[in-house]
């Protein structure tokens, strides 16, 4: 304070050039800083994701789970799912695995995993599941508040035994008695190729 008083040009012209520079710097620095941090945070808050388990509408007796948490944009997507099927007391079991991709659009989500594990009961009349580890199944899951539906990728085959590309499922013909999913959407920005349209 006591070199601005003082009666000097060269003085005061000296730290005019100073304080000058250093706002220049700083602002410059802290912008780069912010910057160099937002793709970091976008990243870190903008992906799809799906969540939830729930209990399908069946007959009574006929039991049917269904649980996700999964996180991430199409073939970089993680997480798991759980599936659990029990008819009365004598047949039944459950496959878990994990996610391998995941879409979403508005209220829809897409999944697809392998099932890393498989455990299935027979009884006789009733369908013969056997090891489903190692295949690929898809879900199709519809967030409409407390109405949410579900499809499965083995929809028309009766039993979970084929596999199918990533992200391929179902229309979400399931209704749900207990339970509820949310869906998360999220795409990333569209950039525009060199020559071509985009899809």
Not at 75 to 102: E, Q
Not at 116 to 141: C, M, N, W, Y
Request: charged share 20%; with cysteine.
């Amino acid at each position: 304070m006591s070199r601005i008083r003082r009666p000097f040009v060269v003085a005061a012209a000296a730290l005019t050039a100073c304080t000058a520079a250093a706002l220049t710097l700083g602002s410059t620095g802290s912008a780069t800083a912010t910057e160099g941090a937002r793709p970091a945070a976008a990243q870190a808050v903008h992906a799809p994701s799906l969540k939830g388990s729930a209990k399908l509408e069946r007959l009574p007796g006929d039991n049917v789970h269904f649980a996700f948490d999964a996180r991430g944009f199409a073939d970089a997507a993680h997480g798991t799912f759980y599936v659990s099927h029990h008819f009365g007391d004598t047949w039944g079991g459950y496959f878990k695995g994990r996610i391998d991709c995941l879409l979403t659009g508005g209220p829809v989500a897409v999944a697809t995993g392998i099932v890393t594990e498989s455990h299935f009961k027979d009884a006789p009349g009733l369908p013969q599941i056997g090891d489903l580890k190692g295949k690929r199944f898809g879900f199709t899951v519809l967030d409409k508040g407390k109405k949410d539906r579900l499809g499965y990728s083995w929809a028309m085959d009766g039993l979970p035994k084929n596999s199918v590309p990533k992200c391929l499922g179902s229309a979400p013909f399931e209704t749900l008695e207990t339970g509820d999913f949310t869906v998360q959407h999220w795409m990333p920005p569209r950039t525009a190729s060199a020559g071509r349209p985009t899809p």
